[in-house]
């Protein structure tokens, strides 16, 4: 199985400060990387799929970037609505894997 | 827009068998759109894929829970089923049912609620 190293594991972000969250896949995914945004009791959000394309509604400051091993998901100018858990997810092979997770939290 | 929603008990006894169902509304199952999937994550912890459903073919299953799980689809009630047996306290978690399309780049574009599952006697 494909191993999805998340980093960091938590961050605490000043408003409009630039929150970078990577992943890191132990073998080549090409750019089958997703990236969803998860509030406590709701459902998971898709926010970028297929490494950098963003969902519909998605405000610009989110975006992402990588290929084969290593992705990046960048908020740029982080936002109060922001408050939330981030993980990535491969879709490359079975079975699908994701990442451990980062808990972003505003200063 | 696909909508997803779990339900099934969320006690369930040590070794006895979970049944979570997912009832989907704004496509039918049967359509050919969608891969329907089961994720779990146990607090505090990451997800885990479980598998996943297609109108066709076998189900594909995590090797890591393949001999304890099944999926179905009944088509006429527009819902797709979770089988998880011999259960355990690891097995507590949330768990999730989630579409992606059946073409394109398999992101999960749609997820239920998430069902809380305990496993205690």
New interface residues.
């Given amino acids: ?1 494909i191993v999805m190293t998340q980093s960091p594991k938590f961050q605490s972000v000043s408003p409009k400060e630039k929150v970078i969250i990577t992943c890191r896949a132990s073998r080549g995914i090409g750019r ?1 990387l ?1 990236w ?1 945004q998860h509030k406590p009791d ?5 926010l970028i ?2 490494t950098s394309q963003p969902m519909a509604g998605v405000p610009s400051r989110f975006s992402g970037s990588g290929t084969g091993t290593d992705f990046t998901l960048i908020i740029n100018g982080l936002e109060t609505e922001d408050a939330a858990s981030y ?1 990535c ?1 491969q ?1 490359t092979s ?8 980062t808990k972003v939290e505003i200063k | 827009q696909v909508q997803l929603q779990e339900s099934g008990p969320r006690l369930v006894k040590p070794s006895q068998t979970l049944s979570l169902t997912c009832n989907v509304s704004g496509d039918s199952i049967s359509s050919g759109n969608y891969y329907w999937n089961w994720i779990r994550q146990p607090a505090g912890k990451g997800l885990e894929w479980i598998g996943r459903i297609y109108t066709s073919g076998s189900p594909d299953y995590n090797p890591s829970l393949e001999s304890r799980v099944t999926l179905s689809l009944d088509s006429s009630k527009n819902q797709f089923s979770l089988k998880l047996t011999s259960m355990t306290a690891a097995d507590t978690a949330v768990y999730y049912c989630a579409g992606h399309p059946s073409t394109d780049w398999y992101s999960f574009d749609y997820w239920g609620r998430g069902a809380l599952v305990t496993v205690s006697s």
């Fill in positions: 199985e089958s997703h969803y709701q459902s998971p959000k898709l799929k297929h993980f997810h879709s079975i079975p699908h894997t994701f990442g451990q997770g």
